[in-house]
Nanobody, 129 residues
């Protein structure tokens, strides 16, 4: 059974940085594209970033381009999201995602969140102005 556990959220001032981590277990981590989504209060869950199985290819939503960096460590079964220049509109619960049917980072960006196989419980990021 897949288990995804996020950490690293917190309260940060606008312009600050946070690094989120997602520890995965239950399947061979290096076989799967991994992604980050977020859900702000009163809004639908939305795609943030995804990374290919090897880490050589990444894909970002426009909202995070140039500010967020996704990376992965296939030895320690962890995916990261480095978030810089944070804005109040980045405030949300951030979720780690894995889907067995997805084979590219771009495909995860196009995937409806309702169709994603596995989610973590999320970590809250609050950006104050």
């Amino acid at each position: 059974q897949v288990r995804l556990v996020e950490s690293g959220g917190g309260l940060v001032q606008a312009g600050g940085s946070l690094r989120l981590s997602c520890a995965a277990s239950g399947r061979t981590f290096s076989n799967y594209v991994m992604g980050w989504f977020r859900q702000a209060p009163g809004k639908e869950r939305e795609f943030v970033a995804a990374i290919s199985t090897s880490g050589s290819s990444t894909y970002y939503a426009d909202s995070g381009k140039g500010r967020f960096t996704i990376s992965r460590d296939n030895v320690n079964n962890t995916v990261y999201l480095q978030m810089n220049s944070l804005k109040p509109e980045d405030t949300a619960v951030y979720y780690c995602a894995q889907d067995t049917a997805i084979t590219t980072a771009q495909a995860m960006g196009a995937r409806s969140y309702n169709a994603i196989d596995y989610w973590g419980k999320g970590t809250l990021v609050t950006v104050s102005s």
